[in-house]
């Protein structure tokens, strides 16, 4: 099992940045690939970035050149920093991980409980 808890959330003006932790109960370095997901009201949830246990990143669209996915495996901590937020970015943020389990034989996915990011005026 892989508990997942994320950090960072918060109410921030348009333009702003903030920077969200999800911090892991297991070793990182046995964890795959990670990610951060999206998922605003009334919408489904969405990629916003992800990066392997390698260190190489992947982001969407909508957040090229504005947000930054990284890991610290030492700290067990993966971070999103989020600048020149906009209203639009308005959502929880949940992150994810894969990790093989070597009883089932299978690549298993968690997540964490969300952390909401209000992006307002």
């Known amino acids: 099992q892989v508990q997942l808890v994320e950090f960072g959330g918060g109410l921030v003006q348009p333009g702003g940045s903030l920077r969200l932790s999800c911090a892991a109960s297991?070793?990182?370095?046995?964890?795959?690939?990670m990610g951060w997901y999206r998922q605003a009201p009334g919408k489904q949830r969405e990629l916003v970035a992800s990066i392997s246990s390698g260190g190489r990143t992947n982001y969407a669209d909508f957040v090229k050149g504005r947000f930054t996915i990284s890991r610290d495996n030492a700290k067990n901590t993966m971070y999103l920093q989020m600048n020149s937020l906009k209203l639009e970015d308005t959502a929880v943020y949940y992150c994810?991980?894969?990790?093989?389990?070597?009883?089932?034989?299978?690549?298993?996915?968690?997540w964490g409980q969300g952390t909401q990011v209000s992006v307002s005026s």
């Open positions: 994810n991980a894969d990790r093989w389990d070597r009883v089932t034989m299978a690549l298993l996915s968690y």
């Open positions: 297991v070793s990182m370095f046995s964890i795959n690939d």
